[in-house]
């Protein structure tokens, strides 16, 4: 998929006769077959059941990993065993254009890269083929001077996480999921029609209310934001993370850009009187050839969850993401998916309790120079620099 493929990007192992080498235009029909069977795979083993086995989908999810590796300058590896082909690899830079100065200031990383497609045929799989796709394609970034790489992957799908175990990515975040059921028009329609939202009505007999973000609650969100990072840094095993001043600040005013937007909305928890949590979510629509991989057409991703520490296993969690649930029913979302960072034994436990699977996830490790993976010492022990 590179035009100009670098010196040094493959490699062989005659004892195995394995050969790894660029993609080439004559690759694309093992692709596209791959990919739909890949799918089918992914479909079968997920356990949110969010995917389906869709014919005639390789063909353009070919066609659109490669313009993404065309426009990201990204790299297409395949996996030759015996001269037949076994797999494959994309590697792209994670950002296009460089990641945004305020996010920056909380990582420990400054140019990352993601796996964003790899699968091993079958037959081919537990021989140390895939670990090796992947140590070609870290090194040819690690030379590029890129220092992270990121791979997300579905739950249920064994041998793609065993690769990644197996290469050194350590899990960064945790992606779940919820099924919301039918029966949502009828609220929908009441929504639209300006009755009360559902949900944000205070409860006479509790010291526990929910309403809708105000601009009063700016300082509250970026203190709830910085410390939040903190406690990231302190749990996370990836150690991706660390704490610095204002990022809280620069994070708060791109929640509330995107709550600003349509179909998007945030909810406060006040606990008499006082604000201890919030929640950010929107629609996310899904058509086209993408859609037809997914067992839904519109989803709920809730972008930032937060309940303060003096307050948590109190309900005051449970009762946000119920206002959510009630929200993106009535918008007629038929799932509602979010994340929460690997560690956090909270919000995996509010989670599991209120019928949310673990069904993705996110692991990222830092990259050497020669593009081993490795594990840097921590930058912080939690104080703001």
Same mark, same amino acid.
């Given at each position: 998929?590179?035009?100009?493929?670098?010196?040094?990007?493959?490699?062989?192992?005659?004892?195995?006769?394995?050969?790894?080498?660029?993609?080439?235009?004559?690759?694309?029909?093992?692709?596209?077959?791959?990919?739909?069977?890949?799918?089918?795979?992914?479909?079968?083993?997920?356990?949110?059941?969010?995917?389906?086995?869709?014919?005639?989908?390789?063909?353009?999810?070919?066609?659109?990993?490669?313009?993404?590796?065309?426009?990201?300058?990204?790299?297409?590896?395949?996996?030759?065993?015996?001269?037949?082909?076994?797999?494959?690899?994309?590697?792209?830079?994670?950002?296009?254009?460089?990641?945004?100065?305020?996010?920056?200031?909380?990582?420990?990383?400054?140019?990352?890269?993601?796996?964003?497609?790899?699968?091993?045929?079958?037959?081919?799989?537990?021989?140390?083929?895939?670990?090796?796709?992947?140590?070609?394609?870290?090194?040819?970034?690690?030379?590029?001077?890129?220092?992270?790489?990121?791979?997300?992957?579905?739950?249920?799908?064994?041998?793609?996480?065993?690769?990644?175990?197996?290469?050194?990515?350590?899990?960064?975040?945790?992606?779940?999921?919820?099924? $919301?059921?039918?029966?949502?028009?009828?609220? !929908?329609? +009441?929504?639209? &029609? #300006? @009755?009360? =939202?559902?949900? /944000? $009505?205070?409860?006479?007999?509790?010291?526990? !209310?929910? +309403?809708?973000? &105000? #601009? @009063?609650? =700016?300082?509250? /969100?970026?203190?709830?934001?910085?410390?939040?990072?903190?406690? +990231?840094?302190?749990?996370?095993?990836? =150690?991706?993370?660390?704490?610095?001043?204002?990022?809280?600040?620069?994070?708060? +005013?791109?929640?509330?850009?995107?709550?600003?937007?349509?179909?998007?909305?945030?909810?406060?928890?006040?606990?008499?009187?006082?604000?201890?949590?919030?929640?950010?979510?929107?629609?996310?629509?899904?058509?086209?050839?993408?859609?037809?991989?997914?067992?839904?057409?519109?989803?709920?991703?809730?972008?930032?969850?937060?309940?303060?520490?003096?307050?948590?296993?109190?309900?005051?969690?449970?009762?946000?993401?119920?206002?959510?649930?009630?929200?993106?029913?009535?918008?007629?979302?038929?799932?509602?998916?979010?994340?929460?960072?690997?560690?956090?034994?909270?919000?995996?436990?509010?989670?599991?309790?209120?019928?949310?699977?673990?069904?993705?996830?996110?692991?990222?490790?830092?990259?050497?120079?020669?593009?081993?993976?490795?594990?840097?010492?921590?930058?912080?022990?939690?104080?703001?620099?």
């Amino acid at each position: 998929m590179e035009r100009h493929p670098e010196p040094g990007i493959s490699a062989t192992s005659p004892r195995r006769g394995w050969k790894i080498r660029p993609y080439r235009p004559q690759d694309r029909k093992f692709l596209e077959v791959s990919l739909e069977a890949h799918l089918a795979e992914k479909a079968r083993l997920a356990p949110l059941r969010d995917l389906r086995p869709s014919r005639h989908w390789g063909e353009p999810y070919a066609r659109y990993l490669i313009a993404l590796a065309e426009d990201r300058q990204g790299l297409g590896l395949i996996a030759e065993v015996g001269g037949e082909r076994a797999g494959y690899l994309l590697v792209v830079p994670a950002v296009p254009h460089g990641m945004p100065r305020w996010e920056l200031r909380s990582t420990t990383f400054r140019r990352p890269c993601a796996a964003e497609e790899m699968f091993v045929l079958p037959r081919f799989r537990r021989t140390g083929l895939g670990v090796e796709l992947l140590s070609t394609g870290a090194r040819a970034f690690a030379r590029r001077g890129f220092d992270w790489l990121y791979a997300a992957y579905h739950a249920g799908h064994r041998p793609e996480v065993r690769i990644y175990e197996r290469f050194g990515l350590r899990s960064c975040s945790v992606g779940v999921g919820k099924w $919301l059921g039918s029966g949502h028009r009828m609220r !929908r329609r +009441r929504l639209e &029609r #300006g @009755s009360p =939202r559902p949900g /944000l $009505l205070p409860d006479a007999g509790s010291r526990l !209310r929910l +309403r809708e973000f &105000r #601009g @009063s609650d =700016r300082r509250f /969100l970026e203190e709830s934001l910085d410390a939040e990072l903190a406690e +990231r840094v302190r749990h996370l095993p990836s =150690r991706e993370l660390t704490v610095r001043r204002g990022w809280g600040r620069s994070y708060a +005013r791109s929640l509330w850009t995107e709550a600003s937007k349509p179909n998007a909305w945030a909810i406060v928890a006040e606990w008499s009187g006082t604000a201890v949590g919030f929640a950010f979510a929107g629609i996310q629509e899904h058509g086209g050839w993408q859609g037809r991989a997914l067992a839904f057409r519109r989803a709920c991703s809730v972008s930032s969850l937060y309940v303060v520490p003096a307050r948590e296993r109190l309900g005051v969690g449970a009762s946000i993401l119920r206002v959510v649930e009630q929200h993106a029913r009535a918008r007629g979302c038929d799932l509602i998916r979010t994340f929460y960072p690997e560690g956090d034994r909270f919000y995996a436990e509010l989670f599991r309790r209120e019928g949310y699977l673990r069904n993705v996830g996110v692991t990222g490790v830092h990259l050497s120079p020669e593009g081993l993976p490795l594990l840097p010492p921590r930058r912080s022990s939690g104080r703001v620099t």
